[in-house]
């Protein structure tokens, strides 16, 4: 298999969601499609093979991943459906929407949660214990906090298994004093752990990973929204802010 081939496979091989349309029972050209897209990509099912609002084409979708596939089965395109007339990234809506699901899923104890007092928002914040905007972004907790934003953090050590920042956050899982060890560990320093089973270390990569991630700190809104990179707190303050009043 080529190299692209392989990077296309990585790429739709992400999630577990299903997206689009609901597609007409009577359409005799999916099965055809979906029988193919099965047997290239075996990580790719009936399910995840939907209408599209493009006649001609199908929806592929994997978590946040989209993509597009000719009725013929012979073009997969790769890249944002927009809707002119009504100004919508129609594929960033997909997006979005796959990762509200993702992110709702989450019980509180798959993370490390640094909550204020009073909370007014929430946010998922994908963090490698070694990169420098995380390590910014964790150095003011207590004014993000001040601010009424939760923060549930997802350990995800962006080099993967077998690197240094990999084995430093199952050493942050298995402390006694997660919330400790984490500041810990972004300071470069030393702290308490023991051996346990730290299995929610690769639950958290493969869900960032479904999420969509090109890198950290990736912060996720309540309501889909991800957030690519560093944010103040009180600019973040402010997009949650505006997210929350823009909401139906």
């Known amino acids: 298999m080529s190299r692209k081939t ?20 009577d359409d005799p050209a999916i099965e055809a499609v979906r029988a193919k897209m099965g047997t290239m990509f075996e990580e790719i099912k009936p399910e995840n093979v939907n209408a599209s609002p493009i006649d001609g084409w199908y929806t592929v979708q994997k978590g946040s991943i989209v993509a597009y596939v000719s009725k013929d089965g012979r073009y997969l395109l790769q890249g944002d459906l927009i809707d002119l007339d009504e100004q919508v990234n129609l594929s960033e809506r997909s997006r979005v929407d796959a990762r509200r699901v993702l992110i709702s899923s989450l019980d509180d104890d798959q993370g490390i949660l640094f909550s204020p007092q009073e909370v007014k928002y929430r946010v998922t914040v994908f963090t490698d214990v070694e990169c420098t905007y995380c390590r910014k972004l964790h150095s003011q907790i207590d004014d993000y906090l001040a601010q009424g ?36 560990a972004k ?61 139906p």
Request: aromatic residues 6%; negative net charge; hydrophobic residues 40%.
């Open 6 to 25: 392989n990077a296309i496979l990585s790429c739709l091989a992400l999630g577990l969601l299903a997206s689009g349309p609901t597609l007409a029972a």
């Open 187 to 247: 300071l470069d320093h030393t702290f308490a752990s023991h051996k346990c089973n730290a299995s929610s270390v690769t639950e958290s990569y493969m869900l960032g990973q479904d999420v969509g991630l090109t890198g950290t700190p990736a912060i996720v809104f309540e309501d889909g929204t991800l957030i690519s990179g560093y944010l103040p707190p009180e600019a973040l303050a402010a997009r949650l802010h505006k997210a929350t009043k823009s909401q």
């Open 149 to 184: 934003i939760e923060i549930r953090y997802m350990l995800y050590p962006r080099n993967g298994p077998a690197s240094p920042s990999w084995s430093t956050s199952e050493n942050v899982w298995c402390a006694s004093d997660r919330q400790g060890a984490l500041t810990a």
